[in-house]
């Protein structure tokens, strides 16, 4: 019978073992979180004229309030992802769903503009908040083999809670009102929280990088496959040893000019994506498309987010950052010019907007994918977090835009032109970032050689 083993290399033994059904069960878990951040983004897109009607307000000015949420999840996803890696990926993750469930709810009982700008904030903190701990969850749960993929395939979930709140606010908007879709939205993550509470594991190389907790660790190693380990058996990883949650590291080390030149696709996918799927609603309702038939168009962007960024990942794997990035953000510009020249017609906004889902979901897929690679575990959390919060950031920064050219009388073609220059900027910075990641991969290479 062999000896245990005194060391285990936990880098080698996830990037080498099989994915195992533990860790296919620690991915859906964070895909389930991620599915909420989805549904509500839309929501309050397809609920803004019912809203508007309720608190007395004209829809051109919701502007503030859809973004109201937003300057939430862009404090939270900057807030939370450098705490997580201070005090862990679950911990934090328990904290967001909490705040997402709680908020959301409230959501529906807001009586006047302050209130419900108030709870949109802090249900935004807790959606903001979460992003972080799901995606480094997964990355470090993944073989590397399969990291870019599994990572994409979690974060599909969004654009999947698009599509399914979009189809689901069809039937409550008719049956139950629009309040109805908060209660629902609100009520699940916390059932939710129960199932984290009692499945999900904190990360495993969070464990050892910086609680040191051998027993947490050998029962994660259990489930993994390892048993039978001596009692004192030593767990380590092969990354760099840096100071959790220090901001300052995402720009040591080389990786600042690709901090810099990724935070800009993440700004201008994530603003294009929801000026789209927030102020469509409103442009299709001033043609005098019934609210259901909105609802119905906008899964449409759910669906096509669902099939890009659950493909990014595997695309970039396959045919390079290059290949596949590049030409997503420049279809999503054209697909977004489209949508502005279809938004009288059921169809052509359905088809647009579909396929500004799937190329801009894709590039914004892979940008989150390749924020997960560039970090090292100990600020791979606030490294993600603070490209989400650029991300949220453009989220903020378009809709107001938008807003604020259809206050001034713009047609619809003519403001979703200018919003598409977001995808055309996206594309350059790409290109940009792929230069960096190819040089740096070459001096990698030669340090290892040397």
Not at 52 to 58: H, T, V, Y
Not at 159 to 181: E, K
Not at 280 to 299: C, E, K
Not at 328 to 354: E, K, N, Q, R
């Amino acid at each position: 019978m062999p000896n245990a083993p005194d060391e285990v290399n936990v880098t080698r033994l996830i990037d080498n073992g099989p994915l195992t059904g533990f860790q296919i069960g620690t991915v859906i878990c964070c895909a389930l979180v991620n599915l909420f951040d989805g549904i509500d983004t839309q929501s309050i897109g397809v609920a803004a004229p019912f809203i508007a009607d309720g608190l007395g307000i004209k829809l051109a000015n919701f502007g503030p309030i859809f973004s109201s949420a937003l300057v939430g999840a862009t404090i939270g996803a900057a807030t939370f992802g450098r705490l997580a890696d201070r005090f862990g990926r679950k911990t934090l993750l328990l904290v967001a769903a909490s705040i997402i469930g709680v908020f959301t709810i409230l959501t529906a009982l807001a009586t006047s503009v302050s209130m419900l700008v108030a709870f949109r904030i802090l249900a935004g903190l807790g959606l903001g908040g979460a992003t972080p701990c799901v995606i480094s969850m997964t990355a470090e749960y993944a073989p590397a083999r399969v990291r870019a993929s599994l990572v994409t395939l979690m974060w599909s979930s969004f654009p999947f809670g698009g599509m399914i709140g979009g189809l689901m606010n069809t039937y409550l908007l008719v049956h139950a009102g629009w309040r109805a879709i908060f209660y629902i939205g609100g009520i699940i993550p916390l059932a939710l929280v129960v199932v984290l509470l009692a499945y999900l594991p904190e990360s495993i190389k969070f464990l050892v990088t910086r609680r040191n907790d051998a027993d947490a660790v050998r029962r994660i190693v259990a489930r993994l496959g390892v048993r039978d380990l001596a009692a004192g058996t030593r767990f380590l990883i092969e990354e760099e040893r840096l100071a959790g949650g220090t901001i300052r590291h995402l720009f040591t080390r080389g990786r600042a000019l690709g901090t810099l030149f990724l935070w800009v696709p993440f700004f201008m996918g994530f603003g294009v994506l929801t000026v789209v799927t927030l102020w469509t609603p409103a442009l299709l309702r001033m043609n005098g498309i019934s609210a259901a038939d909105t609802a119905f168009v906008i899964a449409f962007n759910g669906l096509g987010g669902f099939i890009g960024q659950s493909t990014s990942g595997r695309l970039m794997q396959r045919f390079g950052i290059m290949a596949a990035l590049f030409p997503a953000f420049l279809a999503g510009t054209a697909a977004t010019v489209l949508l502005g020249y279809g938004a009288a017609s059921v169809a052509i906004a359905a088809t647009g907007i579909g396929l500004v889902g799937l190329f801009l979901g894709l590039g914004t897929g892979g940008a989150i994918a390749l924020a997960a690679l560039i970090y090292p575990t100990p600020i791979r959390s606030t490294g993600v977090g603070a490209g989400m919060a650029m991300g949220r950031f453009g989220q903020i920064v378009g809709p107001l835009i938008a807003g604020a050219l259809l206050g001034a009388g713009w047609s619809a073609d003519r403001i979703m032109i200018v919003i598409a220059g977001g995808g055309l900027i996206g594309a350059i910075f790409v290109l940009l970032f792929w230069a960096w990641y190819a040089m740096r991969e070459r001096q990698l290479a030669a340090q290892a050689t040397a």
